[in-house]
């Protein structure tokens, strides 16, 4: 049970009189007449409880846009319903409108929508909804909270497919779809050819030299249909914010683009989100949409608090994948001790992979490092001088290993990451 506003000001307004006038009798009269008022607008008010609720789940919708989720009420009673009703949906959600009144007649429904745009990615939620139910007077009402369940997946906004069409007319100038033929060593045939001096004799087509008078060589090309191994590291320094924007997120956008460009190159992909478990998975497919299942895997990612295993990377790459791949790490160059765990993983899986480590730099670095103008901004210059130096030293012990290092801002790690997957694919690496 409720009492209104209204209530409080008829009960002020009663009792003026009695302080003016004070006798027990009337004062007796006043409250008496006040408690029966309360009691007769509390029961003609319809129950809540009686009340039939259902919700329209609003699905899926990218961060930055706007869903509608709908929840009709349907009054089964003999009496008229005048409510306030709550859709109480978490503050990331974004709801505009979650408080709203209804007037429902006996035997009919309405339907409430509250307009959601979402702030932040991930499954956010309302768990029930909240009727408060007035009397015809307006000085009482039955309020009561119902289990009433909506969640809404909000994907990933995958800014960087901009890129894409660029990134695909470079790999269909490297398949020769368009002007352009790349040869090269490698295990894939492509044509034949007289032979000339110099040309390795074990190339030497005997079948074809037979029906010829000269002698034939084959020429090979590149093999393009490889698989493409993308690791996100969720672990502790996948929370840091850089440019307003967490380390994981503009990780996703680069595996997004990177994934899709070669799904679309002829590769397979397969994805993983791993810290000290298996957080997400998706395998590339012959059928169904990567994309799709790629953003449904990543929209409920979160950022975990706990050191990377690093001694499980190289497993978890080979349960994927036990041949030769191309290997994306998407991790910090920054975070713990290189030489005890990014190093070593990368060493161990260069023997067999192209790796390539994907980190995002924080631009405020650069920026600290100019600024010397007072005591304390030199301090900040030394200090992120030291930061870029050592991110230097990794990068160079990285490449000694063989590895490819795009180490960049949030905004240019998608296309580099790209870019380095077209140059590797051209030089006949993967």
């Known amino acids: 049970m409720a009492i209104t506003g209204r209530f409080v000001l008829l009960a002020f307004l009663g009792l003026v009189p009695l302080v003016v006038f004070p006798a027990w009798s009337t004062v007796l009269f006043v409250v008496v007449g006040l408690l029966l008022l309360l009691v007769l607008d509390l029961v003609v008010a319809a129950s809540p409880a009686q009340l039939a609720l259902e919700r329209d789940q609003p699905g899926n919708v990218t961060l930055e846009g706007s869903v509608e989720s709908v929840v009709t009420v349907t009054n089964p009673t003999r009496r008229k319903l005048r409510a306030e009703v709550r859709d109480t949906w978490q503050p990331s959600a974004g709801a505009v409108n979650t408080s709203q009144s209804l007037v429902v007649p006996p035997g009919e429904r309405r339907r409430m929508t509250v307009t959601l745009v979402p702030r932040r990615r991930g499954d956010l939620k309302s768990p029930h909804v909240t009727i408060r ?13 119902r289990v009433l369940p909506g969640q809404l997946r909000v994907l990933p906004p995958f800014h960087s497919k901009r890129h894409l069409p660029s990134k695909l007319r470079k790999l269909r100038e490297l398949d020769g779809r368009a002007a352009v033929q790349i040869r090269g060593a490698g295990t894939e045939f492509d044509s034949l050819r007289d032979y000339v001096r110099g040309d390795d004799v074990r190339s ?13 060589v084959r020429t090979w090309r590149p093999e393009r249909d490889r698989r493409v191994v993308i690791v996100l590291d969720t672990s502790r ?11 994981l997120d503009t990780g996703i956008e680069a595996a997004l683009l990177l994934a899709v460009l070669a799904e679309r190159g002829g590769d397979r992909v397969d994805f993983l989100a791993y810290d000290r478990r298996l957080r997400a998975r998706v395998e590339s497919a012959s059928k ?10 990543m929209a409920p990612l979160e950022a975990e608090l706990i050191e990377l295993d690093w001694q499980q990377v190289p497993a978890q790459v080979r349960a994927v994948s036990a041949h030769r791949s191309m290997v994306v790490l998407l991790t910090a160059l920054d975070g713990g001790a290189p030489e005890e765990g990014l190093l070593p993983t990368v060493a161990q899986l260069s023997r067999q992979h192209v790796v390539v480590v994907a980190s995002v730099r924080d631009p405020l670095l650069s ?5 010397r103008s007072t005591a304390s901004q030199v301090f900040r210059a030394a200090a992120a001088e030291r930061a870029l130096l050592e991110r230097a030293a990794v990068t160079a012990q990285l ?6 290092v795009v180490d ?23």
């Open 288 to 297: 169904g949409n990567l994309l799709g299942q790629l953003v449904q895997a």
């Open 204 to 216: 030497i087509d005997w079948r074809a030299t037979a029906r010829r008078t000269s002698v034939v």
């Open 133 to 145: 139910s007035l009397g015809p007077l307006g000085v009482a009402a039955r309020q009561r909270t």
């Open 399 to 404: 490449r000694q290993l063989g590895a490819e």
């Open 367 to 371: 920026a600290m490092k100019e600024e």
């Open 237 to 247: 320094t996948a929370a840091a914010r850089i440019e307003d924007e967490p380390r």
């Open 408 to 430: 960049a801002e949030p905004h240019e790690v998608p296309p580099l990451l790209a870019d380095a997957y077209i140059r590797l694919k051209a030089a006949g690496r993967l």
